[in-house]
């Protein structure tokens, strides 16, 4: 099945440390999304990429970074990381190449923990 | 800005009640409305949408109707199951770059 994958699917690490969170897709799609999810605020996007070459800050990219390696590869990273970035991270993609560009399709998250 | 106020949680019900989830919304020009659930420890996935005013969008039982005038978007189902419970998220899509703006999510919690 054509999938968005994500690895680590958990991660503990500690204040200071770079950490990089992987997201892989095998649907083809261009487009490529970073959100993260916390307790009463839902998800918010801390990136997105229309195509390789097209990377766009979301609404709270401070403290982040991305890559996108190719069409199919989207990296988070946290350079240094601090205890409020733990949260749930979600990658996602969408098509716009069909009626359905603004259905998103998520992978399973990223659970992070800094101590 | 585009924003989106869906009902705080949870809500908890028996099986085989009615559900109503409610959600209201900010946007400039004509937004897709989606729900989205969220079962436990996994991704996100798109449950219903609707594009233009007065469509329904419906899946699994459950529906929504894209009300403009009153900027809503209430997610019903008839008779909720114990496999129900999960999270739900509202979110609307607009703009020539159709990012998503999601809401904060409502958990559901359905009692045998």
């Known amino acids: 099945d054509a999938d968005v994958t994500q690895t680590p699917r958990n991660r503990i690490t500690k204040t200071g440390k770079r950490i990089m969170l992987e997201c892989s897709q095998t649907k083809g799609h261009d487009r490529m999304y970073w959100y993260r999810q916390d307790p009463g605020l839902g998800l918010r996007l801390i990136y997105y990429s229309f195509d390789v070459k097209d990377i766009n800050k979301g609404e709270i990219s401070d403290g982040y970074s991305v890559s996108r390696q190719a069409q199919a590869k989207f990296s988070l990273s946290l350079e240094s990381a601090i205890p409020n970035q733990t949260a749930l991270y979600f990658c996602?993609?969408?098509?716009?190449?069909?009626?359905?560009?603004?259905?998103?399709?998520f992978g399973p998250g990223t659970r992070l923990t800094v101590l | 800005g585009n924003s989106v106020t869906q009902m705080e949680g949870p809500v908890t019900l028996s099986e085989e009640a009615f559900l109503t989830i409610n959600c209201t919304y900010t946007?400039?020009?004509?937004?897709?409305l989606f729900w989205y659930v969220q079962y436990p420890g996994e991704g996100l996935q798109l449950l219903l949408k609707a594009t233009k005013a007065d469509d329904k969008g419906s899946n699994k039982g459950f529906e929504a109707t894209y009300r403009k005038e009153t900027t809503s978007f209430h997610l019903e189902k008839g008779s909720v199951q114990v496999s129900d419970s999960a999270v739900y998220f509202c979110a609307l899509s607009s703009g020539g770059y159709q990012k998503v703006t999601f809401g904060t999510g409502t958990k559901l919690q359905v009692i045998p």
């Open positions: 946007a400039t020009g004509y937004p897709s």
């Open positions: 996602a993609t969408s098509d716009p190449t069909t009626g359905r560009a603004d259905t998103q399709y």
